[in-house]
């Protein structure tokens, strides 16, 4: 299965509400603050929505609630990895994105046979504090190197006018938060994306 070139991601349902009818056909759903009892209903909301537009869903770090609701991907960093059950997870038919900061956490992502693996931040991003400084491009093209045909997520700070330079440093995919649920106009700025990963 070829993922789409853009993968915005949002935290809430109502945020794919808004972007899936624009065409929005990879998206991922990051909720960081509410109690995973709650998140049944809300997870397999969005991936009826998901599936009602074509688009795939990935969840995120929630595997057990994504096994339970019958989703078809899942994202997990390498914190999330300490505590997953991967052979659940593969069981379920689940297919895993993981994410990567440096060359320890690819090899270990890459032992554990992920459908892409994510690369951040590429540039500072305003969305989380993190330990990494940003990656850059170069990093972008080593970790190509070293995935192969492996799809290759580009994430952190990446921005429409960003995303030519991150295609042809070697990623697959560009992942974006803020550049979205930041703009003024959220759906013309996911427009521009569709125009630029198209
Ligand atoms: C596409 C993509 N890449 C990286 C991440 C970050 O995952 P993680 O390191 O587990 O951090 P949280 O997003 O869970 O805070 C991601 N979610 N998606
Ligand atoms: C959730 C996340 N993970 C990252 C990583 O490097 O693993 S960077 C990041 C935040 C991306 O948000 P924005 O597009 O607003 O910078
Ligand atoms: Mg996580």
Same mark, same amino acid.
């Given at each position: 299965?070829?993922?789409?070139?853009?993968?915005?991601?949002?935290?809430?349902?109502?945020?794919?509400?808004?972007?899936?009818?624009?065409?929005?056909?990879?998206? =991922?759903?990051?909720?960081?603050?509410?109690?995973?009892?709650?998140?049944? @209903?809300?997870?397999?909301?969005? =991936?009826?929505?998901?599936? =009602?537009?074509?688009?795939?869903?990935?969840?995120?770090?929630?595997?057990?609630?994504?096994?339970?609701?019958?989703?078809?991907?899942?994202?997990?960093?390498?914190?999330?990895?300490?505590?997953?059950?991967?052979?659940?997870?593969?069981?379920?038919?689940?297919?895993?994105?993981?994410?990567?900061?440096?060359?320890?956490?690819?090899?270990?992502?890459?032992?554990?046979?992920?459908?892409?693996?994510?690369?951040?931040?590429?540039?500072? $991003?305003?969305?989380?504090?993190?330990?990494?400084? =940003?990656?850059?491009?170069?990093?972008?093209?080593?970790?190509?190197?070293?995935?192969?045909?492996? @799809?290759?997520?580009?994430?952190?700070?990446?921005?429409?006018?960003?995303?030519?330079?991150?295609?042809?440093?070697?990623?697959?995919?560009?992942?974006?938060? $803020?550049?979205? $649920?930041?703009?003024?106009?959220?759906?013309?700025?996911?427009?521009?994306?569709?125009?630029? $990963?198209?």
């Amino acid at each position: 299965m070829r993922l789409d070139r853009f993968y915005p991601i949002f935290d809430s349902v109502a945020w794919l509400e808004r972007m899936l009818p624009l065409g929005v056909k990879l998206v =991922q759903l990051r909720i960081k603050d509410t109690p995973e009892v709650e998140l049944l @209903p809300i997870i397999s909301r969005a =991936q009826a929505l998901c599936r =009602q537009h074509g688009a795939v869903l990935v969840v995120n770090d929630h595997w057990r609630v994504a096994i339970e609701a019958g989703c078809d991907w899942l994202h997990l960093g390498q914190e999330d990895l300490d505590e997953a059950d991967l052979p659940a997870i593969r069981r379920a038919g689940l297919r895993l994105g993981i994410s990567t900061h440096d060359h320890d956490e690819l090899d270990r992502a890459l032992l554990l046979g992920p459908d892409y693996v994510a690369l951040g931040p590429v540039y500072p $991003t305003i969305l989380k504090k993190m330990k990494w400084e =940003q990656q850059g491009l170069e990093r972008v093209t080593e970790w190509k190197r070293l995935v192969g045909e492996l @799809p290759l997520v580009a994430i952190g700070g990446m921005r429409v006018e960003r995303a030519a330079g991150a295609f042809a440093a070697g990623a697959d995919i560009v992942s974006v938060v $803020t550049d979205i $649920t930041l703009h003024d106009d959220p759906e013309a700025r996911a427009r521009d994306w569709i125009e630029v $990963t198209r």
